[in-house]
């Protein structure tokens, strides 16, 4: 289970497709091998106020926050934060030319023994 959600400022939307952000990062967490497919979930909140730096009403951001279970290796959470973050940054580029615009993530772990979980998603998977 990992949970990647991003909090963004509303003008984002029109500067690119947040939808597709989101399938980009459940795709490449799938892909670093580090979540399981049946326990990632992505999610977008937009926030409607904002003020930023100077108050320039053009200025955007995109805060992507990753929570997962603990248990996994420095190593492991290293390597899929940067593979996320360089996604995410990539499929970003074009706007960060055109825009003013702030590009963050974090990745923490949940403390398992504090954080119940109840997930029949595997029995609901399709084969292959």
Same mark, same amino acid.
């Given at each position: !289970?990992?949970?990647? #959600? ?6 984002m939307?029109? &500067?690119?497709?947040i939808a597709?952000?989101c ?5 490449t967490g799938?892909?670093?091998? @580090?979540f399981? !497919? &049946?326990?990632?979930? @992505?999610?977008a909140?937009?926030a409607?106020h @904002?003020?930023?730096a %100077?108050g320039?009403a053009?200025h /955007?951001?995109?805060?992507i926050s990753?929570?997962l *279970?603990g /248990? *996994?290796?420095?190593e492991?959470?290293?390597m899929?934060?940067? &593979?996320?973050?360089? &996604?995410?940054k990539?499929f970003?580029?074009?706007? #960060?030319t055109?825009h003013?615009?702030?590009l963050? !993530?974090? !990745?923490?772990?949940i %403390?398992?023994?504090?954080s119940p ?6 029995d609901?998977?399709?084969e /292959?």
């Open positions: !289970m990992p949970h990647i #959600m991003i909090d963004y400022s509303a003008n939307e029109q &500067a690119t497709d597709a952000l399938e980009l990062l459940r795709k799938i892909e670093t091998g @580090v399981p !497919m &049946a326990g990632i979930r @992505v999610r909140f937009k409607d @904002v003020a930023i %100077d320039d053009r /955007g951001y995109i805060d990753i929570r *279970r /248990g *996994r290796t420095f492991a959470k290293k899929a934060t940067e &593979a996320l973050f360089a &996604a995410a990539e970003l580029q074009p706007i #960060m055109t003013p615009f702030a963050s !993530m974090e !990745m923490r772990d %403390d398992p023994e504090l979980k109840l997930n029949t998603i595997r609901f998977l399709k /292959g």
